[in-house]
C-alpha cells in the first residue's frame, strides 16, 4: 500500500463546499431541514443531507481500499458474490430428527445452499427427552437430539461432506456435545474431518445472558467449554467455524446495533486472550472464528454496521493480536432477519420487512442469510412460509443484479461518515466493557442483562408512546384489524414418546460398563486445565446421551443463577 | 385496606426468550404493581413461589410451544393447593388454542402486540382493588 496520501477532497474544496452550503441552508432549505431530531435505531443523530465536509479527512487507500484487501470494509473477499453467492441458510428444526430431516430435504431441493438445524429447549439446556424436566417441551421450537443414534438420523442421505451444516448449538455445554456427535459420525462415514464444514453457535452469552433456564452453568465455566471446542476445532476441523458469536439473539433481547456488534468482538476477545494462554497461536484459530448479526430496518445503518464490523475487527487483528495470516483479518458472518421486528397485526407486511431487510444483508457482504418466515409471530414456520423466506432470497440473487457489483453503497456521504460514527461507537463500548474487568465480569456482574433489559424497556415504551412508529400496529392501525388466516405450523405429537422409546432401546443395548468408565474420566478432566473434547468424543462413541454428559458438568461446575432484571 | 397487586411473573419451562417478560414485568411496576420476576420454572416452583409471596395474580410468558401442557398445569397445581388466583399468559400463542387454555382454567391471554394498558386493566378488574 501507497505510503502518499490518498484524500479525496483537498481543504480549498471542502472550503468552498461549506460556504455553499450555508448559502444553500439560507437561500433554498430556509430552515426546512425539520422540527424534530432525527436518529438512527442506536441514536446516531442524521443530518437532512451529507456532504463531502462530513468526511472530509477521508483517505480511500486507508480507509476504504479494495475488497479482499485491508482494512476490509468493502468486503472479505476480492470478487464477493462473484465469486460465490450467500448462502442460502434457512434454519429448521421441530419433532424427531426424522421429522427434521425430512424438511432438510424439501429446502435443499428448493434451492437451499446449506443446512441449518435449531434443537428444542431440553436439548439446548442439555436435558434427555425422557428427563422430567423436557416434559411437553420435546420437539418443540426445535428439534430433539438425545444421543449419536439422532445425529446420524438428523443427517440421514445428506451429504455433510459438500453441504455445509449449521447447528445452532446455543450454549458451550451443548456445542461440545453435539460437535462430538457430529464428528463421530463423520468418522464413521468415512469422510476426512478435513472435509467437514459447518458452523456451531457456542456462544457463552446463549448460557449465561440470553438463554435462561431454571439455572445454568456459571459464566467462566461456560466459557472454558467455548474455548475447548474452538481449540479442538482448530486442530481438527479446518474447514468448521467453532464459533458464531452471537450479536443477533443480543439485539432480539434488547440491545442497539452498536452495542450488537461490540459485546460480539468483546467476547472474541476474551476467546484470542483465552486461546493465546493455553499456548495456541493468533492465527492457529482466529481465521475460523465467524459472527452472526440481526438486520433491523434502519437501512443504511445495519448496512454501515456490517462495514464498521469489519474494520474494526481487523484493526483488532493487525494491533491488539498481531495476526499474520491475511484470513485472521477477514471477519465473516451470518445475517438473520429480526424477528422482533415482525408483526402479529397484518402479517404480510413481514414479507416486506425481511426482504427489505436481507437486502441491506447483501448490500452489507454478509456470507450467509436466513430471511425469516412472515408468520413468527404466530408459530414456527410453515412448509409454505419457509419457501417464500428462500423465494426471497432467490430474488435477491438473481433478479435484482444487487450482487453482481461489490460494496456498491461506497462513496455515499452518508454511508462513509455513518460507517466511521459506528466503528468509533462499537470501539468506545469495547473500551467500556474492558474497563470493567471484561466481557466474562460484565456477565458475573449481571451489568449486561441491566444493559439489555433497559433498552428493552426503553424500546417498548416508544412502541406504546408511537414515538416509534410501526405500521399496521401504531401507525395507521385499522380500528377492526383484518382477521387474516394464518396456517398455524403444528409441532408433531408424537415426538416426546418416540424419543422416549428410543432412549429406552439405546439404554438396554448400550455396554453399561463402558458408559460409567468413560463418564468419570470426564469427570475427572472437568478439573484439570485439559481440553474436554476428546473424552466427550469418547463418551458419544460408547452412546452416552446429551442428558448424561451435560449431568456431568452440572454436577462437576455447578449451576448459577441467571441474574434477574 | 389498599395495598399494591403483587404479580408473580415467569418465563414457563426451558423457553429462552425473556424480552417480553422482563418488559411486561417493568410495565406493570410502573402501572404501580409489585412484580416478582421468577425467571425461568416449571409448575411446581411457580405455584411454590406465588403462594409464599402473597400473589394476587400469577403471569405466565411462553413462546416454544409449551403452553398447552405447562400452563394448564399451573392452574391445576394451585388449584390444589388452594391458591385462587387468576393466572395470565403472554407470548406467542396460536389463536385456536386460546379457548382450551380458558376452559383449563387461564385467565385470559395476551398476544404480542399487547398495549401494557390492556393486561393492567384485566389486572386490576379481576383482583378487585387498584393500586395505592
Aim: charged content about 25%; glycine content about 8%.
Amino acid at each position: 500500500m501507497t505510503t502518499n496520501k490518498t484524500t479525496l477532497f483537498d481543504q480549498a474544496s471542502i472550503k468552498q463546499i461549506q460556504q455553499e452550503k450555508e448559502r444553500w441552508e439560507r437561500e433554498t432549505l430556509k430552515g426546512g431541514a425539520g422540527e424534530r431530531e432525527y436518529l438512527t435505531d442506536s441514536g446516531i443523530p442524521v443530518k437532512l443531507l451529507y456532504t463531502p465536509e462530513d468526511i472530509q479527512d477521508f483517505d480511500y487507500l486507508r480507509d476504504l481500499g479494495f475488497s479482499g484487501e485491508p482494512p476490509y470494509v468493502r468486503g472479505v473477499y476480492p470478487n464477493m458474490y462473484r465469486g460465490r453467492l450467500f448462502t442460502v441458510r434457512q434454519i429448521a428444526g421441530f419433532g424427531t430428527p426424522e421429522d427434521t430431516n425430512q424438511r432438510f430435504k424439501f429446502l435443499l431441493r428448493n434451492g437451499a445452499t446449506g443446512t441449518s438445524v435449531v434443537l428444542d429447549l431440553p436439548t439446548i439446556r442439555g436435558y434427555d427427552s425422557d428427563d422430567p424436566e423436557a416434559e411437553g417441551q420435546v420437539g418443540a421450537c426445535g428439534v430433539a437430539i438425545d444421543s449419536l443414534e439422532d445425529m446420524e438420523a438428523l443427517y440421514e442421505g445428506i451429504p455433510i461432506e459438500k453441504v455445509s451444516s449449521n447447528i445452532v448449538t446455543h450454549l458451550p455445554s451443548t456445542t461440545v456435545v453435539l460437535m462430538a456427535m457430529f464428528v463421530v459420525m463423520a468418522e464413521k462415514r468415512g469422510i476426512p474431518l478435513e472435509m467437514l464444514s459447518g458452523t456451531n453457535q457456542n456462544d457463552f452469552l446463549m448460557e449465561t445472558t440470553i438463554g435462561s433456564s431454571l439455572e445454568v452453568l456459571p459464566p467462566r465455566a461456560s466459557f472454558r467449554l467455548q474455548c475447548d471446542a474452538i481449540e479442538y476445532a482448530s486442530k481438527h476441523l479446518p474447514r468448521w467455524n467453532p464459533v458464531s458469536y452471537n450479536g443477533y439473539n443480543l439485539r432480539e433481547a434488547g440491545t442497539t446495533a452498536v452495542q450488537e456488534v461490540a459485546v460480539a468482538i468483546a467476547n472474541a476477545i476474551a476467546t484470542c486472550e483465552e486461546l493465546i494462554r493455553r499456548g495456541n497461536k493468533i492465527d492457529d484459530f482466529a481465521k475460523r472464528l465467524s459472527f452472526f448479526w440481526n438486520l433491523f430496518n434502519d437501512f443504511f445503518e445495519e448496512i454501515a454496521k456490517c462495514r464498521a464490523s469489519r474494520l474494526v475487527w481487523h484493526e483488532l487483528m493487525r494491533d491488539r493480536f498481531h495476526a499474520q495470516n491475511p484470513r485472521s483479518h477477514l471477519m465473516r458472518f451470518h445475517v438473520q432477519t429480526a424477528g422482533i421486528t415482525l408483526t402479529k397485526v397484518e402479517p404480510y407486511n413481514n414479507i416486506a420487512r425481511s426482504a427489505i431487510q436481507g437486502l441491506a444483508a447483501v448490500l452489507g457482504g454478509a456470507q450467509s442469510l436466513h430471511i425469516d418466515s412472515f408468520d413468527e409471530a404466530y408459530s414456527a414456520p410453515t412448509e409454505e412460509s419457509a419457501l417464500i423466506s428462500i423465494r426471497t432470497q432467490q430474488i435477491l440473487q438473481v433478479e435484482t443484479n444487487v450482487v453482481n457489483t461489490v460494496d456498491p453503497l461506497a462513496g455515499s456521504y452518508y454511508v462513509e461518515y455513518l460507517t466511521r460514527e459506528m466503528a468509533k461507537r462499537i470501539r468506545n463500548y469495547i473500551a467500556e466493557i474492558e474497563s470493567r474487568g471484561g466481557l466474562v465480569a460484565c456477565v458475573e456482574s449481571g451489568w449486561l442483562h441491566r444493559e439489555i433489559s433497559d433498552f428493552a424497556y426503553k424500546t417498548q415504551q416508544d412502541i406504546e408512546s408511537g414515538k416509534r412508529p410501526i405500521v399496521g400496529l401504531n401507525y395507521f392501525p385499522q380500528e377492526t384489524p383484518p382477521q387474516t388466516k394464518v396456517e398455524v405450523f403444528r409441532y408433531p405429537e408424537n415426538a416426546e414418546r418416540i424419543q422416549k422409546e428410543k432412549l429406552a432401546r439405546l439404554r438396554a443395548t448400550r455396554n453399561q460398563a463402558r458408559v460409567k468408565e468413560i463418564l468419570a474420566e470426564l469427570r475427572r478432566k472437568c478439573h484439570e486445565d485439559t481440553n474436554l473434547i476428546p473424552y466427550i468424543k469418547e463418551a458419544v462413541k460408547a452412546h452416552a446421551t446429551l442428558g448424561e454428559i451435560e449431568e456431568v458438568f452440572r454436577e462437576e461446575f455447578g449451576l448459577w443463577q441467571f441474574p434477574l432484571v | 385496606m389498599e395495598r399494591k397487586i403483587k404479580v408473580v411473573m415467569a418465563k414457563l419451562g426451558l423457553d429462552i426468550h425473556w424480552r417480553g417478560a422482563v418488559v411486561v414485568s417493568r410495565m406493570l411496576r410502573d402501572e404501580g404493581m409489585e412484580v416478582v420476576y421468577l425467571g425461568n420454572q416449571f409448575p411446581p416452583q411457580i405455584v411454590d413461589a406465588a403462594i409464599q409471596e402473597g400473589a394476587d395474580v400469577i403471569g405466565l410468558s411462553t413462546l416454544s410451544g409449551n403452553h398447552l401442557t405447562l400452563g394448564p398445569k399451573v392452574v391445576e397445581l394451585a388449584r390444589e393447593r388452594g391458591l385462587d388466583v387468576p393466572v395470565i399468559m403472554g407470548g406467542v400463542i396460536p389463536e385456536e388454542d386460546i379457548p382450551p387454555l380458558k376452559e383449563a382454567g387461564i385467565a385470559a391471554v395476551f398476544g404480542p402486540e399487547t398495549p401494557i394498558e390492556a393486561i393492567s386493566s384485566f389486572i386490576k378488574k379481576e383482583v378487585g382493588y387498584s393500586t395505592v
